[in-house]
């Protein structure tokens, strides 16, 4: 699907927030992972969520669906002895289900997005597993991957969170499952930090229980645990709603979205204040955000880290801010769906912005009176891509053709729905 992007003065109106994508997962994770029937309200529909419960249904959980909830029956530490799993192009469900497999005799992921999630590494979590007896064959860290039960055990395990947090979200989801207790220590930097808040949460309310330390780089998990089977609410999506809230605020606007929780665990909910700090008029208030926007915007600096997902829709924001803005302490988005980095900004420079990278910076010289617009862009096989670079055609002086931007179901299948209830001039062509 080719997305033709036109010039849009104007957004109008309000949206309910697409439910989250990392809470979905984990929740079907844990229900997966739990004897008995969970029941999940509101999941995600998303490719990332439909291969998540495509998956566990593989591994051979029972799950129903009607239009409001979910149940699932799980098989607890028992998976279907299944050969092949396919997890699309979703990390996450990838890097969790990689430890989970190590329950099984022999499962192979194959690779179905060799330009995508093909070509990103999972050294770290593939040595952390063999470390703990699992035998894995893999492509240079990368898939198809193969894993083997070998002499799975608990007991003291490192894992390095440079490039990824989900590597260690994976170990803390499995490490309660194993008859003998564990330690997980995280070596170097952990990125993407905040999530792991979220990966803790959910495990909690299963009524698991781990210590943490307060820095988040140590854990000590008792062995011979069990998921209880429990009733999960899935909140709004704050990295989908950014881009949104975005567009909002590149435009002339009045944008309201709903289901934002303002104590959520998401890191993401710090693009409120992101956009606040770049002079956006806008409320967070009772799980409503409100944009105002009036197309004038600052330049600022930002530790992109805190809140991933949503760093690019800050970036297509930025490139409308008067002056010079830097999001830093990024490097790890080039190890995403595409590099967020390097591909990104190749896009954002085919589009007209004055932009320039660092190994984990992006800088943004920003064009306050827009920019020219007029090209077609490469989506790069990315969700996140695809959404940033709708918000700068919204605010070109010729529009912006974006192919392949059927991938933006990987996360958010009704973000041009959403953005045309809104007002925004975008023609979908299959
Ligand atoms: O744990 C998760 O569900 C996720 C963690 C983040 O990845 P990294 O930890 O690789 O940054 C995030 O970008 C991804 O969308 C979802
Ligand atoms: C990076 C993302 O997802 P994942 O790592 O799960 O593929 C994302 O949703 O932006």
Do not use: W
Not at 46 to 68: K, N, P, T
Not at 180 to 195: A, M, N, P, R, W
Not at 202 to 220: F, P
Request: aromatic residues 6%; charged residues 25%; contains cysteine.
């Amino acid at each position: 699907m080719k997305a033709i992007v036109k010039p849009t003065n104007r957004l109008e109106g309000t949206i309910n927030a697409l439910s989250s994508k990392n809470y979905t997962t984990r929740y079907l994770l844990i229900g997966a992972l739990a004897e008995g029937t969970s029941t999940i309200y509101y999941p995600a529909h998303s490719e990332d969520s439909d291969a998540m419960r495509r998956c566990i249904r593989d591994l051979g959980a029972i799950v129903e669906e009607d239009d409001e909830k979910m149940t699932i029956q799980g098989f607890g530490k028992h998976p279907r002895d299944v050969s092949q799993l396919d997890v699309g192009n979703a990390g996450a469900v990838l890097r969790f289900l990689m430890s989970v497999a190590a329950f099984c005799p022999e499962v192979t992921f194959i690779n179905a997005y060799p330009n995508s999630l093909g070509k990103r590494p999972h050294d770290d979590l593939i040595e952390s597993l063999q470390a703990m007896g699992v035998e894995i064959e893999h492509n240079e860290g990368k898939l198809p991957i193969t894993i083997r039960n070998g002499k799975l055990h608990g007991g003291k395990i490192k894992v390095s969170g440079n490039v990824s947090s989900q590597f260690l979200s994976s170990l803390l989801f499995m490490a309660p499952l194993l008859d003998e207790d564990s330690e997980i220590e995280v070596l170097h930097d952990l990125k993407s930090k905040v999530i792991v808040g979220q990966t803790l949460e959910v495990i909690a309310q299963a009524g698991i229980h781990i210590e943490a330390s307060e820095d988040l780089m140590h854990y000590t998990i008792k062995g011979g645990q069990k998921y209880e089977p429990q009733k999960y609410v899935v909140q709004g999506d704050y990295p989908g709603s950014a881009a949104i809230l975005a567009a909002a605020a590149v435009t002339h606007s009045d944008v309201t979205v709903l289901r934002l929780e303002e104590n959520s665990k998401q890191g993401e909910k710090a693009v409120v204040d992101v956009l606040r700090a770049m002079g956006v008029n806008l409320t967070h208030e009772n799980g409503v955000v409100r944009v105002l926007g009036n197309q004038q915007l600052k330049a600022g600096e930002f530790d992109g880290d805190h809140f991933t997902d949503g760093v690019l829709a800050m970036v297509a924001a930025a490139v409308f801010a008067e002056g010079t803005s830097r999001f830093y302490n990024v490097e790890n988005l080039r190890y995403k769906e595409c590099d967020r980095i390097t591909d990104f900004l190749t896009e954002l420079r085919k589009a007209g912005a004055h932009v320039e990278e660092r190994q984990s910076e992006i800088i943004i010289h920003g064009s306050p009176q827009g920019v020219a617009g007029g090209v077609e862009i490469n989506a790069h096989y990315d969700h996140r891509v695809i959404m940033a670079l709708t918000i700068v055609g919204l605010r070109s002086e010729k529009g912006l053709i974006i192919n392949d931007a059927h991938h933006v179901a990987k996360s958010y299948p009704h973000y041009f729905e959403h953005l045309l209830s809104l007002g925004a001039q975008i023609e979908l062509v299959e």
